[in-house]
């Protein structure tokens, strides 16, 4: 009794840019959800500018398109929530 095993089909072609462009839109929905909490939003700095990048890179490639474009106009977002956060901290406190 022999066992035959198949080769596993190779991924499609365009299945790195979709990885890229996944990854970004998780990054863009995490910094968008963090950035409307007040202190915890400072995560936000740092997933925000991860989806933007992740996003061009996912425009660049051939892929999944859409998802890259969403990424970078929710981080854009979540950046904008951030500035104004920092703003109101700013004018309440005075010392940021």
């Given at each position: 009794m022999s066992a035959?095993?198949?080769?596993?089909?190779?991924?499609?072609?365009?299945?790195?840019?979709?990885?890229?462009s996944i990854a970004a839109l998780v990054a863009a929905i995490f910094a968008i959800l963090m950035a409307w909490i007040?202190?915890?939003?400072?995560?936000?700095?740092l997933a925000a500018p991860l989806g933007v990048v992740l996003g061009i890179i996912g425009v660049l490639?051939?892929?999944?398109?859409?998802?890259a474009i969403a990424a970078i106009i929710l981080s854009a977002i979540a950046l904008a929530v951030c500035l104004m956060w920092w703003s109101a901290a700013e004018g309440t406190i005075g010392f940021l």
């Open positions: 035959q095993f198949e080769a596993s089909p190779l991924p499609p072609r365009g299945a790195s840019a979709s990885v890229v007040p202190l915890i939003g400072l995560v936000a700095w490639r051939p892929g999944a398109k859409k998802a």
